[in-house]
């Protein structure tokens, strides 16, 4: 699948408003470049975990973060789940 920054907007619009119902695979495809750049920041920012590994902790925390998203609570989904992507980059228990 090509990345497609309009239809990632779509889906986080459906996502904040409630109505999207994906899976665990979706959500990590489809979040897959954002996980990536934060990944670029924990190690430009020093973190000598290896590339893969942060990747698989942060679509942990990503799946996390998607689980516990309340989009009545009137946060916006991407600013969320960084908090649940670092935390599980760091190492670090939600």
Request: aromatic letters at 12%; glycine letters at 8%.
């Amino acid at each position: 699948m090509i990345y497609n920054m309009n239809d990632n907007l779509d889906f986080v619009k459906s996502i904040e408003c409630g109505n999207a119902r994906v899976s665990d695979e979706q959500i990590k495809q489809q979040f897959r470049p954002f996980v990536e750049a934060v990944a670029r920041r924990q190690v430009r920012g020093g973190n000598p975990t290896p590339m893969d590994e942060l990747l698989a902790k942060g679509e942990t925390g990503l799946v996390e973060a998607w689980h516990r998203y309340n989009p009545k609570n009137g946060c916006k989904f991407l600013p969320y789940a960084v908090w649940f992507i670092r935390q599980a980059m760091e190492g670090k228990s939600y």
